[in-house]
């Protein structure tokens, strides 16, 4: 079975500071696909990356980057200097072949990031 | 280019009342998905569509709930009748779909929020 856990329901940070976001990962797939969305007090989900389970390359997009650990089944998500812009609920994903490429949602962690 | 449109944004209902939601994927997108989300949860898949065929609709509850995606573009899902419990937030997603596979990436449309009283 497919499974995301999200241990971090909320984390409260002040502006310029650097936080991460843990996501841990089951499944019994060996082709499988990681994802984080970040979810606005606008509701809609935003897609951030997408990461194969043959690439564990870290990734930086600007203050964003990612670590992704096959040994310990996660996929961590940094934020460098953080904003208030960044206030969110962000949530990690799986689509593997047994959930026959279905999206697995962890339960989200929300981030308010004081001024 | 547009992204996933959905309406209306915001319903309040009496619940045994019926209720539609509207969703236009992203064009091009032959995969559509509908996901319930509950307050503090993530999203959970209802039914996803491939072209105008429903190929997994395992958890939607078919005694209250249906979908159509007549034309393989816009669909529509809707809940007759409405009980306190489907108070959520519906969401709307599309993917390329075909030979993408697990690597699929599903955008996410704004969501409808039902109240229902």
């Known amino acids: 079975a497919q499974k995301v856990t999200q241990a971090q329901t909320e984390i409260s940070v002040v502006e310029k500071e650097d936080v991460t976001l843990d996501c841990v990962y089951e499944?019994?797939?060996?082709?499988?696909?990681l994802f984080w969305y970040k979810q606005p007090p606008s509701g809609e989900l935003v897609f951030l990356i997408r990461r194969n389970s043959f690439d564990e390359q870290n990734e930086i997009s600007g203050r964003y980057s990612w670590n992704f650990q096959k040994s310990t089944s996660s996929f961590n998500f940094t934020i460098t200097a953080s904003q208030v812009v960044d206030s969110a609920v962000y949530f990690c994903a799986l689509s593997g072949e047994t959930g026959a490429n279905n999206l697995f949602f962890g339960t989200g962690t929300r981030l308010t990031v004081i001024p | 280019e547009a992204g996933v449109v959905q309406s209306p944004r915001y319903k309040i209902i009496e619940k045994k009342q019926p209720v539609a939601f509207w969703c236009n994927p992203i064009s091009g997108h032959n995969t559509l998905y509908w996901y319930l989300q509950n307050l503090g949860q993530g999203p959970e898949l209802l039914i996803r569509y491939e072209n105008e065929e429903a190929v997994d609709d395992s958890q939607l509850p078919k005694d209250r709930f249906s979908a159509e995606r007549l034309k393989g573009v816009d669909s529509t899902l809707k809940i007759q009748p409405a009980e306190l419990g489907d108070s959520a937030v519906y969401l709307c997603a599309s993917s390329l779909g075909g030979l993408a596979g697990v690597r699929d990436t599903q955008y996410f449309g704004p969501g409808t929020r039902l109240t229902v009283l």
């Open positions: 499944t019994r797939d060996t082709t499988y696909y």
